[in-house]
């Protein structure tokens, strides 16, 4: 049986409650609580900061995903880290060094991650695998919640599950492959088969009334393809 772990974007969350819909959304099944950072910088939106992280903190039994979408990367890597995040992705193009970037993330304590939009090249994982604890692909551009799964990344989701098979089969070690855009209840099997193992979802839990409801029946989903 692989191990499929389902995380939810506070995106889509209702933002005049955060600490209810944390807990809403781990009783109703939840593994992680995606929390995405946008900076109007590196994408046209402005989300949440390590203040906020650190307030639901309490709330989260479960780890804290944080996606960085910002530039520079570096001190906003160590305030989450501060600030009780446990996992945190950046985009390589957004940072200077990213060996550097990755180190800073581990010696705080937290999982680092690589994060590569629709058209990056994977090639940034080439010297850094040794390095990385999750690789996220994004199926959508990064900005917005709630956008339409492009289907081109089926093919990159497959690549990446290939070097994460082929590094540790050589290497040992465990790399998570998260999938982050447009995952709904009726692709999220496809998306699965491609090789991903951990699933961001917003809008698809998050603008329903039961959240149990939709993380159940993406686990159904799931289930098909173990
Ligand atoms: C987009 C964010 C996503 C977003 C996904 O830039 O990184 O995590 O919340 O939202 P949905 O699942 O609605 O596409
Ligand atoms: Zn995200």
């Not at 910088?41 to 479960?62: D, F, K, Q, W």
């Not at 010297?127 to 919640?145: E, Y």
């Amino acid at each position: 049986m692989r191990p499929f772990r389902l995380a939810p974007s506070l995106l889509s969350a209702d933002f005049a409650c955060l600490g209810q819909e944390v807990r809403d959304v781990i009783h109703a099944g939840a593994d992680l609580i995606h929390f995405d950072v946008m900076d109007n910088h590196y994408v046209p939106n402005l989300t949440m900061g390590p203040m906020i992280c650190e307030a639901i903190r309490a709330h989260a039994s479960v780890p804290i995903d944080v996606h960085l979408m910002v530039k520079p990367v570096d001190s906003l890597a160590q305030m989450f880290a501060k600030a009780g995040a446990d996992i945190i992705t950046f985009h390589p193009e957004a940072s200077e060094h990213i060996d550097r970037t990755l180190g800073l993330i581990k010696d705080a304590g937290c999982k680092a991650g690589l994060v590569f939009n629709p058209a990056t090249s994977l090639s940034y994982l080439d010297h850094v695998m040794d390095k990385i604890d999750m690789i996220l692909i994004m199926s959508v551009n990064p900005g917005f919640g709630g956008q339409q799964f492009i289907p081109h990344t089926f093919k990159k989701i497959a690549a990446a599950r290939q070097l994460i098979n082929e590094h540790t089969a050589k290497h040992g070690g465990e790399i998570w492959l998260e999938v982050d855009g447009g995952i709904k209840i009726d692709n999220i099997r496809a998306v699965a088969a491609a090789g991903a193992d951990t699933f961001v979802a917003g809008s698809a839990i998050y603008g329903q009334a039961d959240y149990q409801q939709v993380i159940a029946a993406m686990r159904a989903e799931l289930a098909k393809e173990n």
